[in-house]
């Protein structure tokens, strides 16, 4: 369990976090999704305590994890953006020693690093040190060191940057497990595809502002449920714009000479009659997209997420 | 506590896998300590070597001359021996000798009778200081002869030896050592510290904080295993000078322990200072910055009795000079208890600052 109501982070007069609120529940997949400098890791940093909030109140397991940080801590797990690992020792020694750090001690610690070099496939490997290791099975090793304790509460940000596809559907399907086993997993990305097949529910956070939360499907709904239809081609944006006035439902979401980004219900059954007002212009391509994140995020910040 | 312990088995096995950096910080003053100890002789309390004198002569004027090498101060520094000068120039060559006096026959004759006459000194190359003695003890001797040729006949040779700056209770080891020792052990805190910025960087550092774990343990662990560095360099250091250099040490693990507990101290500083360092980078520099005068003033490169007077009593109140200092007490058995209350004061106060310090650091 993860509670934040109205954290906010400033450095100076500059404000990282501004007045986040939300909650993750035991079992749940919450993701925080927004781009560079958001304010992801910053959230992160508070809930960990890591980082003194500047105002707001935050509680993990129902810990303040400012006045009771130790309980707070002993029930979470991090995995940091970086790759928060000792170079020059082995797989297996950084778990001992972060494992020991949580607390583990005897066969406990040593059942538990046997079973998460297994789950992240580097049983092979854990005697050698880890700066020989490939920029991916650091990454594993990194979120290893997040779960070797068996935490309620895991934190983790961006874990799959860097990380080839193969892995990285790995990775994703152990967070799932984690989750399916009954941790609080909160997910911090920038990937709209990760945090679309990943997340129970999501926060969309920019500039330090959480602009919009729900399941994914009620973040579909804050946009009409609509799709997108993408013709390019060679237009008049004006004759357009006239052409289109007529037909019901439909909103121009851009017109350009080369591109034209319609937004309607139903798209599918209504081609005809959009190509029927667009009599004469030269549509040399068509693209329909269901609701996306994307185009959520388009419509919240008025910015693409990958700037 | 536990994770203290488990830090400090941490830090060493790295250590361990990466042993480069402080074996070049011991090589460097072990390279300068040997090289001073083969300059001046293995003796120990005072530089000892063979002078050799090949009398052709067989008069009074050389006998005097090789009695005069024999007796007081310069007596202590030379072992007189009589030989040929065929057998004398072979010695040398083997580096048996400091070096070899040839009285040319009929030395007493010309002498008395006021003729000019060339003695012959050869110095052994290999060596520095007991060469230079001998050649100035001789250069005086002459003068003082030459000056009485026309008055007394009966002459008393007097030898005027540079001054000797070995002579202090202890010896030579003892004074040098310490110096050299700490010179190392500065430079290996500064290693050591500089770690800090690595754990720093990958992230470790933040990764700690947001374990349960303290950042109090975790330092300790850092101590702990900074101490045991220390003490194996300090108990090798002292053992090699007891052996080489006849080092005289009063209390063999008093001493170490008092290495331990200034290079832990040292090392709390450094990391204090390069924590306050803006980048890496800045760390580095503002390390080799503050080391390497310190070092210098603080006995290292020479002893204090080498130094002019202002500058030693400057030196003597930097950290590691009055570490030195307290080090030398130990060695000659009198440090009063008093100072190792001191240390441990000073190091608790490091400590805490170093807690508050690590945490601003880590985030
Ligand atoms: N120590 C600091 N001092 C000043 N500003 C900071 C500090 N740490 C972060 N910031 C600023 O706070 C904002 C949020 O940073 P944060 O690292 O939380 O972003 P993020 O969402 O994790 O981005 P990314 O996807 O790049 O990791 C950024 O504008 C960053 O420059
Ligand atoms: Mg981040």
């Not at chain 1, 909030?53 to 309980?71: F, K, L, Y």
């Amino acid at each position: 369990m993860i509670e934040v109501e109205q954290l906010r982070k400033q450095y100076g007069d500059f404000t990282a976090v501004h007045d986040v609120s939300f909650n993750a529940r035991a079992g749940e997949i919450f993701g925080l999704l927004g781009p560079n400098g958001a304010g992801k890791t910053t959230t992160i940093g508070c809930i960990s305590s890591l980082l003194a909030p500047t105002s707001g109140r935050i509680r993990v397991m129902g810990h303040d994890v400012v006045s009771d940080g130790v309980a707070a801590r002993r029930s979470i797990g991090v995995v940091p953006q970086e790759i928060a690992l000792y170079d020059d020792l082995s797989a297996h020694e950084n778990l001992a020693y972060w494992g020991g750090a949580q607390g583990l001690r005897g066969s406990k610690l040593h059942d538990r690093i046997r079973e998460v070099l297994e789950l992240t496939g580097l049983v092979d490997r854990a005697k050698e040190p880890i700066k020989q290791f490939s920029g991916g099975m650091k990454r594993r090793l990194n979120f290893a060191c997040g779960i070797v304790h068996e935490p309620k509460v895991l934190l983790l940000d961006e874990p799959t940057v860097g990380v080839d596809p193969q892995s990285r559907v790995r990775l994703l399907e152990l967070v799932r497990e984690q989750a399916r086993a009954g941790t609080c997993v909160l997910y911090t990305t920038h990937y709209m595809e990760e945090a679309e097949s990943l997340c129970d529910r999501l926060g969309i956070i920019d500039h330090g502002n959480l602009i919009a939360q729900g399941t994914l499907k009620e973040l579909r709904s804050m946009l009409g449920e609509r799709d997108v239809l993408r013709l390019t081609g060679a237009f008049h944006p004006d004759r357009v714009r006239e052409a289109l006035a007529s037909v019901d439902g439909v909103e121009i979401i851009h017109a350009d000479e080369a591109l034209l980004s319609l937004a309607m219900s139903d798209a599918s059954h209504r081609l005809p009659l959009i190509f029927g007002a667009l009599n004469g212009a030269e549509v040399r391509g068509t693209t329909l997209t269901q609701p996306s994140l994307e185009s959520l995020f388009i419509k919240l910040t008025g910015t693409d997420l990958r700037e | 506590m536990r994770f203290a312990w488990i830090s400090a088995w941490k830090d060493l096995l790295r250590l361990r896998r990466e042993p480069v950096t402080l074996l070049t910080w011991i090589a460097i003053p072990s390279f300068i300590a040997v090289v001073t100890t083969l300059v001046f002789g293995p003796g120990g309390a005072q530089p000892h070597g063979t002078l050799l004198i090949a009398d052709n002569d067989h008069g009074i004027g050389a006998t005097m001359l090789g009695n005069a090498f024999g007796q007081g101060s310069l007596g202590k520094m030379f072992t007189v021996e009589k030989t040929s000068a065929q057998e004398g120039r072979r010695k040398l060559d083997q580096g048996e000798a400091s070096a070899l006096l040839v009285i040319p026959a009929g030395f007493t004759a010309s002498f008395v009778s006021s003729k000019p006459v060339a003695i012959q000194m050869v110095r052994n190359p290999a060596q520095r200081i007991l060469p230079e003695i001998a050649e100035e003890a001789l250069a005086t001797m002459l003068d003082r002869a030459s000056s009485m040729q026309a008055g007394a006949p009966l002459i008393q040779l007097e030898a005027t030896v540079i001054p000797d700056k070995t002579e202090q209770p202890g010896g030579f080891a003892a004074i040098l050592l310490p110096g050299a020792l700490f010179m190392g052990v500065f430079f290996i805190a500064g290693a050591l510290a500089a770690d800090v910025w690595r754990e720093r960087t990958s992230g470790a550092l933040r990764r700690v904080a947001t374990t349960p774990a303290s950042l109090g343990a975790f330092l300790v662990g850092k101590l702990i295993a900074s101490a045991l560095v220390f003490s194996v360099i300090g108990a090798a250091g002292l053992l090699a000078a007891q052996r080489l250099m006849n080092l005289r040490v009063a209390n063999f693990p008093a001493a170490v322990l008092w290495i331990a507990a200034s290079g832990c101290g040292l090392y709390l500083a450094m990391m204090l200072l390069q924590s306050a360092a803006s980048s890496e980078r800045v760390a580095t520099l503002l390390t080799n910055f503050v080391t390497l005068p310190l070092v210098m003033l603080g006995g290292g490169f020479f002893p204090f009795e080498w130094m002019p007077r202002p500058l030693a009593s400057i030196g003597q109140w930097t950290p590691n000079g009055w570490c030195v200092m307290r080090l030398r007490a130990v060695l000659a058995g009198t440090l009063e208890p008093s100072a190792y209350g001191v240390m441990a004061a000073l190091l608790a106060v490091a400590w805490l600052a170093s807690i508050r310090n690590i945490r601003r650091f880590a985030c």
